[in-house]
């Protein structure tokens, strides 16, 4: 039989797939997913492969996960690429993760545009090398008409900075508008919505530094699948398991 093998061992073909697609669209879709891209490492190390392997197949999944969302219709979807934590991963390995941004966005530069995906990058810029932010610059103007899928892509972030620097930028700037939203203007996109639900390939069960406030009320996934072979079908499962949540945003249960 010609199909796509869960972890569990069942097997789902492509007709059921696009079944089950069309089922999700007619309930709550989340508009909001964020995902921590994680397992690459290990991924690679189970098949005696260096890590580095792991990070490329990573980016080959993320290609095909962005349209799985722009097909299901989530239209914002935020994934962490670099924490301003993996700047202590071995230096070689942090040298090929830039590089292969840099190659990444250089070759996916056009498609992206052609696939109407929209691309922002959320995280402190200065840091990286001038060439990589070149062209992350690039792709956010080349895009900035796209009007499918919301990519925003964390690179060098952590969501404690964002808000200390936020809060300093809002004392030294701010005008006086001491409020949530008078915080949130000194975000690096101030207009990316809440997170309505995040999955965590991988099988960590926290949050490492991601989005902390943006997820305030989000529903949280977490999944075994290793990043790289994460499919469709997990981010069905996992779109399937938000929508039989019930969220009460800390109100009781049926008001
Ligand atoms: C975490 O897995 C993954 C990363 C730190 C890098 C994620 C980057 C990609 C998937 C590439 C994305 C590419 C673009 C162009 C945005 P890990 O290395 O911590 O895995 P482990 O926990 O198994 O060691």
């Known amino acids: 039989m010609r199909g796509l093998a869960d972890k569990g061992g069942i097997f789902i073909n492509k007709k059921e797939l ?12 989340p508009a909001h997913v964020a ?5 690459n490492g290990r991924w690679a190390k189970k098949r005696g492969l260096p890590r580095e392997e792991g990070h490329r197949k990573g980016v080959e999944t993320l290609k095909k996960i962005t349209q799985a969302c ?3 219709g989530v239209k914002n979807l935020t994934v962490y690429a670099f924490s301003t934590e993996n700047w202590n991963r071995p230096r070689r390995e942090v040298n ?12 996916e530069a056009e498609e992206l545009v052609k696939n109407n995906v929209r691309v922002l990058f959320l995280g402190n ?4 090398a001038p060439s990589l932010q070149k062209i992350m610059r690039k792709v956010e103007k ?19 900075r964002e808000i200390f620097e936020a809060a300093v930028n809002l004392c030294q700037r701010g005008e006086g508008d001491f409020s949530e939203k008078g ?15 995040l999955i965590r390939p991988g099988g960590e069960k926290r949050l490492s530094n991601f989005l902390l406030w943006q997820m305030a009320y989000a529903e949280l996934y977490f999944t075994e699948v290793f990043w790289p072979d994460f499919t469709e079908k997990d981010l069905y499962q996992a779109v399937e398991d938000f929508q039989n949540r019930q969220r009460r945003f800390g109100k009781v249960g049926g008001e």
């Open 96 to 107: 090929f993760l830039m590089d292969l941004f840099q190659r990444t966005f250089e070759r």
């Open 35 to 39: 995902i921590i891209m994680d397992g």
């Open 125 to 128: 810029r200065t840091e990286m």
């Open 142 to 160: 080349n895009t900035a008409k796209c009007n499918g899928v919301n990519l925003n892509i964390a690179l060098n972030y952590g969501s404690r």
């Open 70 to 72: 722009g097909e299901l």
């Open 183 to 197: 915080l949130e203007n000194y975000f690096y996109n101030p207009d990316l919505p809440d997170v309505d639900l």
């Open 18 to 29: 696009e079944k089950w697609k069309e089922k999700l669209k007619t309930k709550n879709l």
